[in-house]
């Protein structure tokens, strides 16, 4: 069941609110609870209900090994150790056979001569979110950072519809304790027309904007996937097409997201912050899939430098030179680790050399990133850039951007690299880009959105935060910096914004009829 399909904003979520807020509003928030929890499982069994027997079978797992962690927080470091890693590595597991299983008897039949396939296996929907979190979860409670919660909380928290399918990866610190707060699972009237908001402004960015560049990019990789060559002007315009489509695709699921949390009072983190305005490639990586950014810095990128760490200094060997951090040093603590970090993020996103290639583009970028910050005198780091190296960084962010999506888009290595071929004005004469004019006009109406216009959370989180103050550090706000650079564009309730809301509800409600799954629900 999609967000942006009639069945669930017609009928799934109203009776859902309808259900579960009713029942909490007479005191019965056990019952809401559980009635949240089968409502969770219902949109997940709408795709596939083989896969709720694997959504049942991880919660209790993990609750059962995450609970025996925090019971034993003050026992014996090894036998915890053990049951952590055991734990992680049943997770890691089920991710792997489900995504990766086909990909590496290929692979294994191509290196010894002899085709090997396996039966298809259909990937469940959000198995490397519904993983990752539970991993995360492991891990706290590994290091004692959870109290004891109930099964039915763990349920709930772990299976909550707005973020089931594609995240975000939500820490059990940002969910518990809002469901132990008496306004959690109860109508809000400062909430709802806020939740709505984020809701309809997602739907539009979904239906009416992603999904109007879909038919052109198709068409596009599928040329290069049969090996035509395509020309400088249809290159550059396929890849702009793709980085905008998934912009406003993965935009709308996180605005969408945050708007069903709210409507049952739960705030959810926030996961995508205009990334195409980011300065640089660190700054990208703060703006774009958040939480990812956050679990992949928390569990493998920080582990691995404070690893690297230690072993330097058990062989005393210095880590900064005079004025900057040793070439051998940032080789080992910067480079090395976040190259392998990158590689891990490029292997999650998909079974297929050309997503490793994508993330370790990225890779590169980021260590360049921190070359650079390594290089500059301390001095240089307390100047207020200009306006004009603003704008530079940012446009050489966007392009380098832009050149690396190929690789997540494409079929293969080969299809991405005739794209890059494209781009570099290898592939014979500019063409004139498939679509012509209105093609043209959607990619600068696009550009013009997210290079100029505030996002969504610009402009609603003032009001969100007055309306849920207490709760605004649970969602990991507090860590971002909202300043729109249009101030005087800010959502309030008033007839001229719900005329315009309204406007944009009918317009995106009218084009759900052919709408199309969200790009990550196939990670």
């Given at each position: 069941?999609?967000?942006?399909?009639?069945?669930?904003?017609l009928?799934f979520?109203?009776?859902?609110?309808?259900?579960?807020?009713g029942v909490?509003?007479?005191?019965?928030r056990?019952?809401?609870k559980?009635?949240?929890?089968?409502?969770?499982?219902v949109?997940?069994?709408?795709?596939?209900?083989?896969y709720?027997?694997?959504?049942?079978a991880?919660i209790?797992?993990?609750?059962?090994v995450?609970?025996?962690?925090i019971?034993?927080?003050?026992?014996?470091?090894?036998?915890?150790?053990?049951?952590?890693?055991?734990?992680?590595?049943?997770?890691l597991?089920a991710?792997?056979?489900?995504?990766?299983a086909?990909f590496?008897v290929?692979?294994?039949?191509?290196a010894f001569?002899?085709?090997?396939?396996?039966?298809?296996?259909?990937l469940?929907?959000?198995i490397s979110?519904?993983?990752?979190?539970?991993i995360a979860?492991?891990?706290?409670?590994f290091?004692?950072?959870?109290?004891r919660?109930?099964?039915l909380?763990?349920?709930?928290?772990?299976?909550?519809?707005?973020?089931?399918?594609a995240g975000?990866i939500?820490?059990?610190?940002e969910?518990?304790?809002?469901l132990?707060?008496?306004?959690a699972?109860?109508?809000?009237?400062?909430?709802?027309?806020?939740?709505?908001?984020f809701?309809v402004?997602g739907?539009?960015?979904k239906v009416?904007i992603?999904?109007?560049?879909?038919?052109?990019?198709?068409?596009?990789?599928?040329k290069?996937?049969?090996g035509?060559?395509?020309g400088?002007?249809?290159?550059?315009?396929?890849?702009?097409?793709y980085?905008?489509q998934?912009y406003?695709?993965?935009?709308?699921?996180?605005?969408?997201?945050?708007?069903?949390?709210?409507?049952?009072?739960?705030?959810?983190?926030i996961n995508?912050?205009?990334?195409?305005?980011?300065t640089?490639?660190?700054?990208?990586?703060?703006?774009?899939?958040?939480?990812?950014t956050?679990?992949?810095?928390?569990?493998?990128?920080t582990?691995?430098v404070?690893?690297?760490?230690?072993?330097?200094l058990?062989?005393?060997?210095?880590t900064?030179?005079?004025?900057?951090m040793?070439?051998?040093?940032?080789i080992?603590?910067?480079?090395?680790?976040?190259?392998?970090t990158?590689?891990?993020a490029?292997?999650?996103?998909g079974?297929?050399?050309?997503?490793?290639v994508?993330?370790l583009?990225?890779?590169?970028y980021l260590?360049?990133?921190?070359?650079?910050?390594?290089l500059?005198?301390?001095?240089?780091?307390?100047d207020e850039?200009t306006?004009?190296?603003?704008?530079?960084?940012?446009?050489?962010?966007f392009?380098?951007?832009?050149?690396?999506v190929?690789?997540?888009?494409a079929?293969s290595?080969?299809?991405?690299l005739?794209?890059?071929?494209?781009?570099?004005?290898l592939g014979?004469?500019?063409?004139?880009a498939?679509?012509?004019?209105?093609?043209a006009?959607?990619?600068?109406a696009?550009?013009?959105?997210?290079?100029?216009?505030p996002n969504?959370y610009?402009?609603?989180?003032?009001?969100?935060?007055?309306?849920?103050?207490?709760?605004?550090?649970?969602?990991?706000?507090?860590?971002?910096?909202?300043q729109s650079?249009?101030?005087r564009?800010?959502?309030?309730p008033?007839?001229?914004?719900?005329?315009?809301?309204?406007?944009?509800?009918?317009?995106a409600?009218?084009?759900?009829?052919?709408?199309?799954?969200f790009?990550?629900?196939?990670?």
């Amino acid at each position: 069941m999609v967000f942006t399909s009639y069945e669930f904003a017609l009928v799934f979520l109203p009776l859902t609110l309808f259900v579960v807020l009713g029942v909490s509003s007479l005191g019965q928030r056990t019952a809401a609870k559980l009635l949240l929890f089968a409502a969770s499982v219902v949109f997940y069994a709408w795709w596939n209900p083989r896969y709720v027997a694997l959504l049942l079978a991880l919660i209790t797992f993990n609750y059962v090994v995450g609970t025996w962690l925090i019971d034993t927080r003050n026992g014996p470091h090894t036998p915890r150790k053990y049951a952590l890693v055991f734990g992680v590595v049943v997770n890691l597991a089920a991710l792997a056979y489900f995504k990766y299983a086909n990909f590496f008897v290929v692979e294994i039949g191509k290196a010894f001569g002899h085709p090997l396939h396996l039966a298809p296996i259909l990937l469940p929907l959000g198995i490397s979110f519904m993983v990752f979190q539970k991993i995360a979860f492991l891990v706290d409670a590994f290091g004692g950072g959870i109290k004891r919660l109930s099964l039915l909380d763990y349920a709930v928290f772990v299976s909550f519809f707005p973020q089931l399918i594609a995240g975000p990866i939500v820490h059990h610190r940002e969910v518990i304790p809002q469901l132990e707060q008496p306004s959690a699972l109860r109508y809000s009237a400062r909430l709802t027309p806020i939740a709505i908001s984020f809701f309809v402004i997602g739907a539009f960015k979904k239906v009416v904007i992603a999904d109007a560049f879909s038919p052109y990019v198709g068409s596009l990789f599928e040329k290069a996937s049969g090996g035509a060559h395509l020309g400088l002007i249809d290159a550059w315009s396929g890849a702009l097409a793709y980085t905008l489509q998934v912009y406003f695709d993965f935009s709308g699921y996180s605005d969408i997201a945050i708007g069903l949390g709210l409507l049952f009072g739960i705030r959810l983190p926030i996961n995508f912050n205009s990334p195409l305005k980011a300065t640089g490639p660190i700054d990208y990586w703060n703006r774009w899939h958040i939480t990812l950014t956050r679990f992949l810095m928390a569990y493998i990128y920080t582990p691995l430098v404070m690893r690297a760490t230690r072993r330097r200094l058990a062989r005393r060997k210095p880590t900064h030179g005079e004025s900057a951090m040793r070439i051998d040093a940032f080789i080992m603590l910067i480079a090395v680790p976040t190259t392998i970090t990158m590689f891990l993020a490029g292997v999650w996103h998909g079974a297929g050399y050309q997503f490793i290639v994508f993330g370790l583009i990225h890779g590169a970028y980021l260590v360049a990133n921190q070359a650079w910050r390594n290089l500059r005198a301390p001095s240089d780091d307390d100047d207020e850039p200009t306006v004009g190296t603003t704008a530079l960084c940012r446009f050489a962010m966007f392009v380098g951007a832009v050149a690396a999506v190929p690789f997540f888009r494409a079929d293969s290595v080969a299809t991405a690299l005739q794209f890059i071929r494209g781009m570099a004005g290898l592939g014979g004469s500019a063409t004139k880009a498939l679509g012509g004019a209105p093609f043209a006009a959607l990619i600068l109406a696009g550009l013009f959105i997210v290079q100029v216009l505030p996002n969504t959370y610009e402009l609603l989180h003032d009001r969100l935060d007055r309306a849920m103050p207490a709760l605004a550090r649970h969602a990991g706000t507090t860590d971002v910096r909202w300043q729109s650079s249009w101030p005087r564009i800010v959502w309030r309730p008033s007839v001229a914004w719900a005329i315009v809301l309204g406007l944009v509800a009918w317009y995106a409600l009218m084009s759900m009829a052919k709408t199309t799954e969200f790009l990550y629900f196939q990670f």
